[in-house]
T-cell receptor
């Protein structure tokens, strides 16, 4: 059973640029959630995708967008990058919304630095 | 507004002793709580959960206690081992929602 894989592991972007982060969900999972973890903070919910549709969204502006593909993998896109977007971006897969004895399975994250 | 709070940023415990990590929440609608452990350069790993119909859940060395009236939960690790050294996050959700609210984490250091 493979876990959640995220790519790239690190990247550096310039303010104003656009970035795409990728996530392959754990085998058997149909739901992907994205979280942003700023330094010294807990993960904050960005959005969740279920069956290729956005299933809920946190308090993030529209320049944060996503996709889920038929194989349940997912992308997070961020346009017009700002310095405050620098953070660890975590992808989590689950079967359903994540409530249950096992919660999410997280990937190792993508560390984004905006300069 | 921080709905889930972990007021201790760090904790040091001797190997073999008990580690107690605390978490407070403000939203009385939360009905499901989890603890995650995070090592550097890795994603959070699920540790243990508890639903609001229980006040205790055990899994090996890990026990989570829930006090709904105080809106407080705690994670007990007995006995603590050096491999338990990590950042621990509590998270909460409520039925029908699709997201977890995480605390800011507590860094546990178990001293050999």
């Amino acid at each position: 059973e493979t876990g959640v894989t995220q790519s790239p592991t690190h990247l550096i972007k310039t303010r104003g640029q656009q970035v795409t982060l990728r996530c392959s969900s754990q085998s058997g999972h149909n739901t992907v959630s994205w979280y942003q973890q700023a330094l010294g903070q807990g993960p904050q919910f960005i959005f969740q995708y279920y069956r290729e549709e956005e299933n809920g969204r946190g308090n993030f502006p529209p320049r944060f967008s996503g996709l889920q593909f038929p194989n349940y993998s997912s992308e997070l896109n961020v346009n017009a990058l700002e310095l405050d977007d620098s953070a660890l971006y975590l992808c989590a897969s689950s079967l359903g919304a994540g409530q249950g004895d096992y919660g999410y399975t997280f990937g190792s994250g993508t560390r984004l630095t905006v300069v | 507004d921080q709905q889930v709070k972990q007021n201790s940023p760090s904790l040091s415990v001797q190997e073999g002793r008990i580690s107690i990590l605390n978490c407070d929440y403000t939203n009385s609608m939360f009905d499901y709580f989890l603890w995650y452990k995070k090592y550097p350069a890795e994603g959070p790993t699920f540790l243990i959960s508890i639903s609001s119909i229980k006040d205790k859940n055990e899994d090996g060395r890990f026990t989570v206690f829930l006090n709904k009236s105080a809106k407080h939960l705690s994670l007990h690790i007995v006995p603590s081992q050096p491999g338990d050294s990590a950042v621990y996050f509590c998270a909460a959700s409520y039925s029908g929602t699709y997201k977890y609210i995480f605390g800011t984490g507590t860094r546990l250091k178990v001293l050999a």
